[in-house]
């Protein structure tokens, strides 16, 4: 049960636009990972076999979870992992326009060609991140490469991350 519930955590903080989803999901997500895992120790005490039916169990919750997890607007968890995976391996063909949200603030291609022109976007002064306007609870402004990463939204951050370290 910890596992799924410490990936409940990392995904609100990666994931956080689920609008009242997340109110119904996370304790659907915990009462039918229960059941499954009472299910599985049943089965378990009177089969044999602990380690495989622990491993499959635990792949099962925590794909549950991932899967059960709502996502307002945006696509699922799993289609946006993907998408953020694509945007990464197509590092070298991510061109300036790619800089150009059009509205579209979360597409992964934003964070990479963000990453692969850092040196470039202050040079016009102060940059706008996600295009967006500052407003009373959230300043967008970058004034600083330094800033970029602590301004990043959600998984954002960990595209980011892997970026500095591997690019």
Not at 126 to 138: A, K, M, S, T
Request: some cysteine.
């Amino acid at each position: 049960m910890l596992p799924s519930i410490l990936l409940q955590l990392v995904l609100i903080n990666l994931f956080p636009y689920t609008g009242l989803g997340r109110i119904v999901s996370v304790p659907v997500t915990v009462f039918i990972n229960t059941l499954l895992i009472i299910t599985c120790i049943i089965f378990a005490k009177k089969h044999g076999k602990k380690v495989l039916i622990i491993a499959i169990t635990l792949f099962i919750t925590l794909t549950l979870t991932v899967g059960l997890y709502p996502q307002e607007s945006s696509p699922p968890i799993y289609v946006q992992t993907m998408q953020a995976v694509k945007a990464i391996q197509n590092f070298d063909y991510i061109t300036r326009e790619d800089l150009k949200t059009n509205g579209n603030s979360e597409n992964p291609k934003y964070i990479v060609a963000l990453y692969k022109f850092k040196d470039e976007i202050l040079s016009e002064g102060v940059h706008q991140l996600y295009q967006r306007e500052n407003v009373y609870f959230y300043n967008y402004s970058i004034t600083a490469l330094s800033e970029i990463p602590s301004k990043l939204i959600g998984y954002h951050k960990v595209m980011w991350w892997y970026l500095n370290l591997f690019k």
